[in-house]
């Protein structure tokens, strides 16, 4: 098979393909073998009807014609390993010889991933939060531990945010008493708001022997709804008594002896869990810069792409949690439309990202080297469970080492912007990337770290 390319108006390339008489033949013989399956012959039973029969019967340019129906796509696919096209679109195919008899030759116009250039990259600055762990982050954190040890103590006085009150509850509606909002000796934190908003707002002065009688609106109110009310009797205010930070509590609440040993701990590891969050916002902040510099049309065949894949990925992780799409938007209260056009918006955003990435490993010398690709191969191995150079051989014969080259670079040309433009916290103080490292030896401690406020979801 001889194959050229050249390129063609617009985005595009037109790939020439020539098959010699002696290559198609064994297409022609394949089809025949094809239609043998197919059609009934008197005599043979399916599939076993030889060539020459079928010929005689259907005529030469039947099994030609099923060559070209069946091959044609494959030697298209060849052509474009071969050529490492990098095709983004289906092709418009012409046959321009062989229809009949002959060499096979067939152009195909395809478009192509934009081969792109960036400028002003070396010169990015983002602004990310600071990596460092402040005192107030460090004393929240204790103050946290020291409310989940607190005692509540009964005191003589009305209740204040943040105090607990036992309290004889019942609402109603209607002058219906409601079963759920019925309760004695109930335990409410004072201004949780856990139940309506007006209780907190009766309860704050209250003290023990009071009652409080009030209206409240409904959380799931209809339009005409008859509000709630409620009879409140507080027979006891507790104020929630905070233990000492002290060597005796870090033994208590944590695995140290000591306070000072416990805060060094903890210094520890919220500054992993705060280097960690930083890098990904550097990446995330780079991602938004070079999206910005790429000023070119993106095709649309691209953010399709980007859209269909993003869409599958959801899919698929909502699967694992039982949910479909359509349930997911109905609960998130999220409009088809606004998804679509956020979902469109951030793959119009990411196929930026990519051709810049693509257009600096260029610009950069940027290319994945022989270890790299071992790498890559050792990683699904380990992931698919197979020897490393059956991955190889696989990647190889299926095509997918040019793409993987162009991952690996890709990375690698993330990985050098985020050593060479320049990132600042919030106050303007430089950071450099490589002081956000995290000590492997310390990663596995950190799932095992006391709660933190960055650990919520």
């Known amino acids: ?58 005529g030469t340019g039947a099994g030609r014609s099923q060559a070209l129906n069946d091959a044609l796509p494959e030697y298209y696919a060849d052509a474009v390993r071969h050529n490492e096209v990098d095709v983004i679109a289906p092709p418009e195919i012409n ?4 229809e009949e008899s002959g060499p096979v030759v067939f152009e195909a116009v395809v478009e192509v991933r934009p081969i792109i250039t960036v400028s002003g990259y070396a010169d990015i600055t983002v602004t990310v939060p600071s990596p460092t762990v402040a005192d107030d982050e460090i004393d929240a954190q204790f103050e946290r531990v020291r409310a989940q040890y607190a005692d509540l103590e009964v005191v003589a006085r009305s ?41 907190d707002e009766q309860l704050i002065g209250a003290a023990a022997g009071d009652t409080r009688s009030f209206d409240a609106v409904h959380p799931n109110a209809e339009e005409g709804d008859a509000p709630l009310h409620f009879e409140v009797t507080v027979t006891e205010v507790k104020a929630r008594v905070l233990p000492d930070l002290d060597d005796a ?38 991602g938004e810069a ?34 479909s799409l359509d349930q997911w938007l109905q609960f998130s209260g999220t409009e088809p439309d606004q998804f679509i056009a956020d979902l469109r918006q951030m793959a119009e955003r990411s196929a930026r990202v990519d051709l810049a990435l693509r257009a600096i490993a260029t610009a950069e010398a940027i290319a994945a080297a022989e270890e790299d690709l071992e790498l890559e191969f050792e990683a699904v191995a380990e992931r698919v469970d197979q020897d490393a150079e059956v991955v190889r051989d696989q990647l190889t014969e299926a095509g997918h080492l040019p793409a993987l080259r162009v991952d690996i670079a890709k990375r690698k040309a993330l990985d050098w912007l985020t050593e060479t433009v320049a990132i600042v916290d919030e106050s303007g103080t430089s950071i450099a990337f490589a002081d956000l490292a995290i000590v492997e030896d310390d990663e596995d401690q950190t799932e095992a770290s006391t709660p933190t406020e960055e650990d919520s979801p």
């Open 1 to 58: 098979m001889k194959t050229t390319v050249e390129p063609h108006e617009g985005n595009k390339v037109k790939l020439s393909v020539e098959i010699d008489e002696q290559e198609f033949e064994k297409a022609v013989d394949a089809a025949f073998r094809k239609i043998a399956r197919e059609v009934r012959m008197p005599g043979f039973r399916p599939g076993k009807a030889p060539r020459r029969l079928l010929e005689s019967r259907l």
């Open 95 to 98: 046959i321009t010889s062989g």
């Open 159 to 199: 209740a204040a945010e943040g105090d607990f009150v036992t309290v004889d509850i019942e609402g109603s509606q209607d002058g219906e008493v409601l079963e759920g909002l019925v309760a004695s000796a109930y335990l409410y934190e004072v201004g949780s708001g856990a139940i309506v908003p007006e209780l």
């Open 249 to 286: 509590l870090a033994a208590e609440a944590s695995e140290f002896d000591s306070l000072a040993e416990w805060r060094a701990d903890l210094i520890a590891r919220m500054t992993r869990v705060k280097r960690a969050q930083t890098q990904m916002a550097v990446r995330e902040k780079i």
């Open 290 to 323: 070079l999206a910005e510099l790429v000023t070119e049309d993106i095709p649309e065949q691209l953010v399709a792409a980007e859209m269909q894949e993003r869409l599958q990925d959801m899919a698929m992780r909502l699967e694992a949690q039982g949910l």
